[in-house]
Structure formats: C-alpha cells, structure tokens
T-cell receptor, first 113, second 112 residues
Framework: GDSVTQMEGPVTLSEEAFLTINCTYTATGYPSLFWYVQYPGEGLQLLLK?????DKGSNKGFEATYRKETTSFHLEKGSVQVSDSAVYFCALHLQGGSEKLVFGKGTKLTVNP | EPEVTQTPSHQVTQMGQEVILRCVPI?????FYWYRQILGQKVEFLVSFYNNEISEKSEIFDDQFSVERPDGSNFTLKIRSTKLEDSAMYFC??????????FGSGTRLTVV
C-alpha cells in the first residue's frame, strides 16, 4: 500500500545549522507530497507542498523537491532558528483518489541557541 | 485566520466508557476528517465525511466508532466502548473543495 518513511528523530541542531529531514514514499499512483509542521500545543500546519515531479515547494526558508526517480521529498533549510523547533511530518495524497493523507511518523526537531 | 477548534485538549476515560471528541470545523468547509496518532507512531486516517455522510473510512474505524455533524457546526467522533489501545492524539481537519486541509490542535485521549 501507499506509505511514507521519514528519518528517525529526534534531531538536535544549533542555531544557524543546516537541516535535512529525509522522506521517501511508496505510492501506487501519482501522489502530491506535503510537509506539515506541528509546533508545541498546536495543530498540524501545512509547511509546503509539491504536486508533480521536479516541483520545489518552499516556505519560511524551508524547501523540498519532488524527486520521482528516487521517490523522495527531503526537507531542507539552510539556517535553522530556535523558533523552528517542532515536529515535522511528511505526507502524500494520491491525486484522483481518496481525500485522505498518508503520513510519516514525524521527526522532532530541537534547535538550541 | 480561521481555525479548527477541538475540545477537550485532553480527556482521560476508563476502559469501556463512551467518549465523544468534539470539533468545530471552519464554517464554509465541506469535507471533514478524523485522524489519530498513537504515541510514537504515524498519523493515521480514520474517516472522512461529506454531505452529511461518511465518504471513506479506514480499517481502524470499526463499529465502535461513529461520527456525526449534529447541528451544522460541530463534528464529533464517538468511541462507544473505549479500549486501552484507543489512547492516542485525535486530530480533526476540515477542507474546502480543492484546497488544503486545516487541522485542529488535537485531543489527547488517555484510556485507563
């Protein structure tokens, strides 16, 4: 079935460090890909998305590129801030199929000053 | 910015008891969802609801679960007889047509 695999956390970085959170997927069809973020005590917020191969989603300094050949959608940020501390979820949605999202397990990021 | 509101934020219930989790979706949204996340595991789809009926449900959503939109604003998830393994964070979400999800902040259900 369709699934998303994220790198295991937690990830701890110093402020201004480079961030990569790996995400790979398995899908029977042609998915749209998403990164969601959950700040402490809040809901899941859409961070960025990409709907077709080679698309790059970006928001708040975060980027992820839809790589069909490696079935990946890795999240990157060049210089993290303390305020980026949160749990990050990779997810897919099959286009033309059901409305449900398929999530990865989530990766907790802690950024220290 | 419009929000999806979930109450309570944390609920503790005894095994075998009925529990109702409440959600107020965004007012002009048409699609409604429940997801859950057992601690340390993936966020899992439970059910989707459109036009006053269930449009899709997962294997998890068995006869112990039901959803309702009783008054046009609230969207509830009922678990009839809770089990220890129902302990999880439950997320409600709503969606306008052809637009992204908006999630609530979740209800942490603890079954003891």
């Amino acid at each position: 079935g369709d699934s998303v695999t994220q790198m295991e956390g937690p990830v701890t970085l110093s402020e201004e460090a480079f961030l990569t959170i790996n995400c790979t997927y398995t899908a029977t069809g042609y998915p749209s890909l998403f990164w969601y973020v959950q700040y402490p005590g809040e809901g899941l917020q859409l961070l960025l998305k990409a709907t077709k191969a080679d698309d790059k989603g970006s928001n708040k300094g975060f980027e992820a590129t839809y790589r069909k050949e490696t079935t990946s959608f890795h999240l990157e940020k060049g210089s993290v801030q303390v305020s980026d501390s949160a749990v990050y979820f990779c997810a897919l949605h099959l286009q033309g199929g059901s409305e449900k999202l398929v999530f990865g397990k989530g990766t907790k990021l802690t950024v220290n000053p | 910015e419009p929000e999806v509101t979930q109450t309570p934020s944390h609920q503790v219930t005894q095994m075998g008891q009925e529990v109702i989790l409440r959600c107020v979706p965004i007012s002009n949204h048409l699609y409604f969802y429940w997801y859950r996340q057992i601690l340390g595991q993936k966020v899992e789809f439970l059910v989707s609801f459109y036009n006053n009926e269930i449009s899709e449900k997962s294997e998890i959503f068995d006869d112990q679960f039901s959803v309702e939109r009783p008054d046009g604003s609230n969207f509830t998830l009922k678990i009839r007889s809770t089990k220890l393994e129902d302990s999880a964070m439950y997320f409600c979400a709503s969606q306008a047509r052809n637009y992204g999800y908006t999630f609530g902040s979740g209800t942490r259900l603890t079954v003891v």
